[in-house]
């Protein structure tokens, strides 16, 4: 039994891709779904990444998972949202182990099986068919939102204020989440902090964006892309450092004295999350959020991390409570201090193997797909 039949959604049928619009159905949301019309999904390298297949996700599958849209229906469990509401959809989680019980459900112990088994974890079932009625892989972060009707968990969407563009809002539900998060959830930079971004793509600036709202006094960007510093000095960047041409550990040593407060790797590369770590003061910390190549090693002074305390830890989706966080970063939005619509490129549906190409270029920071 089907909510919709006959709509598009991008189906990716090999590794590499391409994305191909297809016509697919969608079943009735379980007892803990709902079912959404997706307006607009961002777009983020880690669909690249499972379009691929770096991360194992199994393939046909439809992927997007930063989508915004408008609740069409709702299992009978739900309560949290209602037909007509504004939502972002987000990560999934499971709720029951013990880092979503304390309060961390971005540190899920099931993520993988919620996030990228290409199924509901429960019963392994799909919500799509192809108009063949062959089951596709979906439920990629608990939505598969690269289609004009998703279905997630009542855990994964996030009920949004309606006077907010909502084909914007999407990319909230992880990568700028992610940037802002690991700023305000996980390092708590605070008020005269400073504070240094390695990496100025869309998770490298919304965390300068987050760091500049929260007061941070000194504030880096280092990149090798001109442009995006550019961007990040516009964003709330008091110092930019084009690595190609500057050691942003001598930089940022020469204008702070000691080293920053805090710092956040974005790069996924290890000589520069090793920068990151060698340009804290004493006592600060530093966050690792880019994606390495699988069984990256990293290289650290032990005596510095030691007798300097620094700390260094990994951090996933910015340690947000989506519900919470979300509607905030929105509030920011909306107040002018959080400009995130700065880094965004609309396309149209069928130009999405264009916002890959462009996002994988670097000419796009941040692509939104308009679906509906
Ligand atoms: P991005 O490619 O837009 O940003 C990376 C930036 O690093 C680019 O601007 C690039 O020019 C810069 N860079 C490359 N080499 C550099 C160097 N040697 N020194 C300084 N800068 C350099 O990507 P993004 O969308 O900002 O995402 C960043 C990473 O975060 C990706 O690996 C992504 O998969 C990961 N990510 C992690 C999480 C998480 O929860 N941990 C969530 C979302 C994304
Ligand atoms: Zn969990």
Request: aromatic share 6%.
């Amino acid at each position: 039994q089907f909510a919709e039949r006959g709509f598009r959604a991008a189906v990716v049928r090999q590794k590499g891709g391409p994305f191909r619009i297809e016509s697919v159905n969608i079943t009735q949301p379980h007892h803990n779904e709902v079912l959404v019309r997706v307006v607009a999904t961002g777009m983020c390298h880690t669909d690249m990444v499972a379009r691929d297949q770096i991360y194992p996700v199994p393939h046909p599958i439809v992927l997007g998972h930063e989508g915004a849209g408008i609740v069409e229906a709702v299992g009978e469990n739900v309560t949290k949202v209602k037909k007509g509401d504004h939502v972002v959809l987000t990560f999934h989680s499971c709720g029951a182990c013990r880092p979503c019980q304390e309060g961390h459900p971005a540190y899920c112990e099931n993520f993988n099986d919620y996030n990228f088994s290409g199924a509901r974890p429960d019963d392994g079932s799909h919500a799509l068919c192809g108009h063949d009625q062959a089951p596709l892989n979906d439920r990629f972060f608990g939505q598969s939102s690269f289609g004009a009707y998703a279905i997630a968990n009542v855990r994964n969407v996030v009920k949004v204020r309606k006077d907010a563009p909502l084909e914007l809002l999407g990319p909230l539900g992880c990568g700028i989440q992610t940037g802002a998060g690991t700023v305000l959830n996980a390092l708590n930079v605070g008020p005269g902090a400073s504070f240094a971004a390695f990496g100025a793509g869309a998770v490298g600036l919304s965390a300068v964006m987050a760091a500049a709202a929260v007061g941070a006094t000194t504030i880096f960007a280092i990149d090798v892309v001109s442009s995006r510093l550019e961007l990040a000095r516009q964003l709330g960047a008091t110092h930019v450092v084009n690595s190609a041409d500057d050691d942003p550990v001598e930089v940022i040593r020469a204008v702070t004295g000691k080293g920053v407060d805090f710092a956040m790797d974005s790069t996924g590369i290890t000589s520069v999350i090793r920068n990151a770590a060698l340009a804290l003061r004493p006592t600060g910390a530093a966050a690792i959020v880019g994606a390495s190549k699988p069984g990256a090693v990293l290289d650290l002074d032990v005596n510095d991390l030691m007798q300097n305390v620094k700390s260094v830890r990994g951090v996933v989706e910015g340690d947000s409570i989506p519900d919470v966080f979300i509607p905030k970063l929105i509030d920011l939005y909306l107040a002018g201090r959080f400009p995130f619509d700065k880094l965004v490129k609309f396309y149209a549906f069928d130009q999405i193997n264009e916002a890959a190409a462009d996002s994988e270029k670097g000419v796009t920071l941040k692509p939104i797909i308009r679906i509906g």
